[in-house]
């Protein structure tokens, strides 16, 4: 009686992924108690599945409804699954165009300088000007 009582615990591990050595190791008590929190983080996974499911068959309900002429307004993403998706339907921050004005007029000046031939403290490659005397000369 407790033998199969044990077997049948024992078969239960083994399904939920506890080694026979861990289950050995543990009491029957801590047994019964580490299956059946399992068994409930099972469940609460399967109702996060199923809530999720239907959310997406009212979904599909409802675009399939609007193809066939309903006037609903469809739904976005943020308010089908509030507090995950808010990020997406934020509006970015947009940047001053002065600030970008600026980047690009100095951005312009140093490529037509750079066309023009003139040295602005470094040479063609983008290497520092050794020329620390301004005789012309560089040190080494």
Same mark, same amino acid.
């Given at each position: 009686?407790?033998?199969?009582?044990?077997?049948?615990?024992?078969?239960?591990?083994?399904?939920?992924?506890?080694?026979?050595?861990?289950?050995?190791?543990?009491?029957? =008590?801590?047994?019964?108690?580490?299956?059946?929190?399992?068994?409930? #983080?099972?469940?609460?996974?399967?109702?996060?599945?199923?809530?999720?499911?239907?959310?997406?068959?009212?979904?599909?309900?409802?675009?399939?409804?609007?193809?066939?002429?309903?006037?609903?307004?469809?739904?976005?993403?943020?308010?089908?699954?509030?507090?995950?998706?808010?990020?997406?339907?934020?509006?970015? =921050?947009?940047?001053?165009?002065?600030?970008? #004005?600026?980047?690009?007029?100095?951005?312009?000046?140093?490529?037509?300088?750079? #066309?023009?031939?003139? =040295?602005?403290?470094?040479?063609?490659?983008?290497?520092?000007?050794?020329?620390?005397?301004?005789?012309?000369?560089?040190?080494?």
């Amino acid at each position: 009686m407790v033998r199969d009582a044990v077997e049948r615990l024992f078969m239960h591990a083994c399904e939920y992924g506890v080694k026979p050595d861990e289950f050995y190791a543990m009491s029957i =008590k801590d047994a019964s108690s580490y299956l059946k929190g399992l068994i409930e #983080k099972e469940r609460r996974q399967l109702q996060h599945s199923a809530v999720i499911a239907c959310h997406q068959a009212n979904h599909i309900a409802e675009n399939v409804a609007r193809i066939f002429g309903s006037k609903a307004p469809a739904q976005r993403i943020s308010e089908l699954y509030p507090g995950i998706f808010d990020d997406f339907t934020a509006t970015p =921050k947009q940047q001053d165009w002065r600030i970008m #004005k600026a980047r690009i007029e100095q951005h312009a000046a140093a490529y037509s300088k750079r #066309k023009r031939g003139e =040295k602005n403290g470094a040479d063609d490659r983008g290497a520092a000007n050794t020329d620390l005397g301004g005789d012309g000369l560089a040190k080494a």
